[in-house]
């Protein structure tokens, strides 16, 4: 897991239990765990959303699951132009998805969030439509990747091998738990 950055606080949302000994040696502490919200997964970053902000972020960043090595940088890019004035961005996933969406506190998220066709190369598309209609402003940000197959393994293997291993952002728990299951 990651070391979580000293300028946002780190939440993980799980489903079903985010107290999971797994997950709670994964993600201890200064991550917070929550029970990720019911419904599809726009249901879900609805109510992820909604929590940061009620609890007072100016800014919050979602990113997927199926991304476990995208860098810090790559955050902090998508919070940067949050933090002056745009209401949203966007790190492409390269299928047509996307692999992390941030939002400015006031965005309209369920407007944003509704009736994406998830899992669909057309997830992205859809998305900055509805942010068009909603009149907000978004930047994209350059592509990365998703691990959605067993032949996405190889591809993360490669990337972590090309990676300092002893900095900070480096995903250790993601990199042990591929070196199980490709030794």
Request: glycine share 6%; charged share 25%; hydrophobic share 45%.
């Amino acid at each position: 897991a990651y070391r979580p950055h000293a300028l946002w606080d780190s939440v993980l949302e799980a489903e079903p239990d985010p107290d999971d000994p797994a997950l709670v040696s994964l993600f201890g502490p200064p991550w917070r765990r929550e029970a990720q919200a019911p419904g599809d997964l726009g249901s879900r970053l609805v109510t992820a959303f909604r929590r940061a902000f009620d609890a007072g972020a100016p800014a919050a960043v979602a990113v997927g699951s199926d991304h476990p090595a995208l860098p810090r940088g790559r955050i902090e890019a998508a919070f940067a132009p949050l933090s002056r004035g745009t209401s949203a961005s966007l790190i492409p996933a390269e299928d047509g998805g996307y692999c992390a969406i941030g939002l400015s506190a006031g965005a309209p998220v369920d407007e944003i969030f509704r009736d994406i066709p998830w899992s669909s190369s057309s997830a992205l598309s859809v998305t900055r439509e509805r942010m068009r209609r909603a009149s907000i402003s978004f930047v994209v940000l350059a592509a990365s990747y998703d691990v959605d197959r067993p032949e996405d393994l190889e591809r993360l293997r490669r990337d972590l091998s090309e990676r300092d291993a002893s900095a900070p952002d480096f995903p250790a728990a993601t990199a042990r738990a591929l070196a199980e299951i490709l030794p």
